[in-house]
């Protein structure tokens, strides 16, 4: 089998790729919704032009064509979209499910955590929090885990207090701020997460994203005084999301002295960028995101060294959209017992529910999606329904 194009086209809020075959078998890749941005297609034509005559199948040898090219996010999607299309082609080319082509499946049906369905905040007072939680808890899916942003990590605190931080908010885009906490800020978020717990009760997991943007020493303060909650885990604190490096040495000034789980990964590109976070136990838990650390075999590989240093799993998904739903349920499936839950990616917009064939498998029922075995990822385009949705530019996306 020989690829014959990579197309690329935006649907809705997210990046689409789609490679097609001599033999009449085509796979599907996606990205990140915030990539609706120029930079993503033309990445794809660039590794087009490289992969274009290898086999399809042979997912590993097209990879090495491109994978040293791709970096942190958001600069492995391209690399991330390509690997998973072509894992759907292998899969629906040998007539299984990915997670057979990954080693098979450990369990039946796969723990999702709520980090994507949300509504706005009516102010920052804890008693806000604790609304926005009871909402989050009756959701449908019954969620056993939900994760809360505070701090830096787009908190009602950080664009509402005047002073919640020694610093001057900025409203950029991909986390402007960062600085020391005042006490008032701290106690405030402190109180903020009491009040949420008191909502959840012991019933239902708290995980919060705080930053990037914390100090060590205040999310130190934070994760020793958080200490009696029981959190799931506290993600993102000093680095993170969109951080460009890693630096295990600040996560040691925290994670060795506090029971509080400590995570972080969703912007590290490749198995390497991890390394030394794990080697030096740097943190409890780590959270690659498929579509963006280089694919769902890359994942697998990030989850099996973590494991092997006694290190958790809980991989990010939340914009990922339903190509990224339908890739973590396939690796997820295959993941060893450090495997806490995936953050639950939906549908934007909503129509997307109406394009994707198959897709009523992925439903979730008590916080876990059943793992079916239709071939490849799972899903596939409703090409009628998709084509009306498609730009001008986009026109061709579905042709051979
Ligand atoms: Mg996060």
């Known amino acids: 089998m020989k690829i014959t194009d990579v197309k690329v086209a935006i649907i809705g809020n997210h990046p689409v790729v789609r490679i097609t075959t001599n033999e009449g078998i085509d796979g599907i890749g996606g990205a990140e919704s915030p990539r609706n941005q120029p930079f993503f297609k033309p990445q794809i034509e660039?590794?087009?032009?490289?992969?274009?005559?290898?086999?399809?199948?042979?997912?590993?040898?097209?990879?090495?064509?491109?994978?040293?090219?791709?970096?942190?996010?958001?600069?492995?999607?391209?690399?991330?979209?390509?690997?998973?299309?072509?894992?759907?082609?292998?899969?629906?080319?040998?007539?299984?499910?990915?997670?057979?082509?990954?080693?098979?499946?450990?369990?039946?049906?796969?723990?999702?955590?709520?980090?994507?369905?949300?509504k706005g905040f009516n102010g920052y007072t804890p008693e806000d929090f604790a609304e926005n939680m009871k909402?989050?808890?009756?959701?449908?899916?019954?969620?056993?885990?939900?994760?809360?942003?505070?701090?830096?990590?787009?908190?009602?605190?950080?664009?509402?207090?005047?002073?919640?931080?020694?610093?001057?908010?900025?409203?950029?885009?991909?986390?402007?701020?960062?600085?020391?906490?005042?006490?008032?800020?701290?106690?405030?978020?402190?109180?903020?997460?009491?009040?949420?717990?008191?909502?959840?009760?012991?019933?239902?997991?708290?995980a919060l994203d705080c930053g990037p943007g914390l100090t060590a020493s205040d999310t130190l303060r934070l994760a020793q005084a958080l200490e009696p909650y029981h959190l799931m885990w506290m993600e993102d604190t000093i680095t993170g999301d969109y951080t460009p490096y890693v630096h295990p040495d600040y996560f040691l000034q925290v994670t060795p002295y506090t029971s509080t789980p400590i995570h972080?990964?969703?912007?590290?590109?490749?198995?390497?960028?991890?390394?030394?976070?794990?080697?030096?136990?740097?943190?409890?838990?780590?959270?690659?995101?498929?579509?963006?650390?280089?694919?769902?075999?890359?994942?697998?590989?990030?989850?099996?060294?973590?494991?092997?240093?006694?290190?958790?799993?809980?991989?990010?998904?939340?914009?990922?959209?339903?190509?990224?739903?339908?890739?973590?349920?396939?690796?997820?499936?295959?993941?060893?017992?450090?495997?806490i839950a995936f953050e639950l990616p939906s549908a934007n917009p909503e129509w997307w529910n109406d394009i994707v064939e198959g897709i009523e498998d992925f439903e979730v029922t008590d916080s876990h999606i059943t793992v079916h075995d239709t071939p490849g990822l799972g899903i596939s385009f409703r090409v009628d329904e998709a084509k009306q949705y498609l730009s001008e530019e986009d026109t061709g996306f579905f042709d051979d």
């Open 46 to 118: 660039y590794y087009k032009n490289m992969i274009v005559g290898l086999d399809p199948t042979d997912v590993e040898r097209v990879l090495l064509r491109i994978r040293r090219t791709g970096g942190f996010k958001p600069w492995g999607s391209g690399v991330s979209a390509i690997e998973v299309a072509l894992w759907d082609i292998a899969g629906k080319a040998a007539g299984v499910p990915i997670y057979k082509l990954l080693g098979g499946k450990i369990r039946d049906k796969v723990r999702v955590y709520n980090g994507s369905y949300r």
């Open 135 to 206: 909402w989050m808890k009756d959701l449908p899916q019954n969620f056993s885990i939900i994760k809360q942003g505070i701090a830096f990590h787009g908190s009602p605190m950080l664009k509402g207090m005047s002073d919640f931080y020694y610093g001057d908010y900025v409203a950029a885009e991909k986390y402007g701020n960062r600085g020391v906490l005042t006490e008032k800020g701290f106690n405030i978020t402190v109180d903020a997460v009491i009040a949420m717990k008191e909502v959840l009760g012991d019933e239902v997991g708290l």
């Open 264 to 339: 972080t990964g969703e912007q590290i590109y490749l198995r390497h960028g991890f390394k030394e976070l794990i080697e030096k136990h740097a943190v409890d838990i780590v959270g690659p995101d498929p579509l963006d650390v280089g694919g769902i075999a890359e994942l697998k590989w990030v989850a099996e060294f973590a494991d092997l240093h006694n290190i958790q799993m809980a991989p990010h998904g939340t914009v990922d959209g339903l190509i990224g739903l339908a890739a973590l349920t396939q690796v997820s499936a295959t993941l060893p017992d450090n495997f």
